[in-house]
């Protein structure tokens, strides 16, 4: 079963703008990471925020935590084409079993 | 650094089937994971080493799906038999010490495999 949902399912963007994605999860978690999985492709890390900490900046990524409402937030400031991809969320536990939401498709047209 | 190494990429074969797909984690990482990931969906944890030690294999269909990692290092995976729901990628990802409590999980690209 998956560990929680992602909001929206799809997004479509254009250049420039920027692009927002939630996520819930159900259990209580030893941090939430959120990865990047391109068509076809193995996934790849993003950005890590443990869960006592509540915003973390990477380039032109901010994710956000609220451990009180279960939920994070992803933003990717100024997207480019490249962007476009799907993105997952994944909550650890503490024995480090990571479970992943069901991903947010991004397109980014020129 | 080589990343996570999976083979087969492809695979295709016909349900009641047996299927085994193999794994090579980055060097020095403790921890091991495979993934099912079905198309349109996130993935699916199947089942996490420590080691050449199960941590959890609460959603690995036990009936037909098993799992081994010899001497803590590689891992296979297989399917026997094969039925038409298993088609889906398989991922295989490793990480350093515990997982993902320490940090970041490196995937491999994945095997691919269709059941007709």
Redesign the interface.
Known sequence: SQQGEEDPQALSIQEGENATMNCSYKTSINNLQWYRQNSGRGLVHLILIRSNEREKHSGRLRVTLDTSKKSSSLLITASRAADTASYFCASTDSWGKLQFGAGTQVVVTP | EAG?AQSPRYKIIEKRQSVAFWCNPISGHA?L?W?QQILG?????LI?F?NNGV??DS?LPKDRFSAERLKGVDSTLKIQPAKLEDSAVY?C?S?LD?????????????SRLTVL
């Not at chain 2, 969906?41 to 944890?45: D, E, N, W, Y």
């Open positions: 996570v921890t994971y993934y969906q996130g993935p699916k944890l996490q420590q941590v959890d959603q991922l990802a990480s515990r997982g993902a409590v320490t940090g970041e999980l490196f995937f491999g690209e994945g």
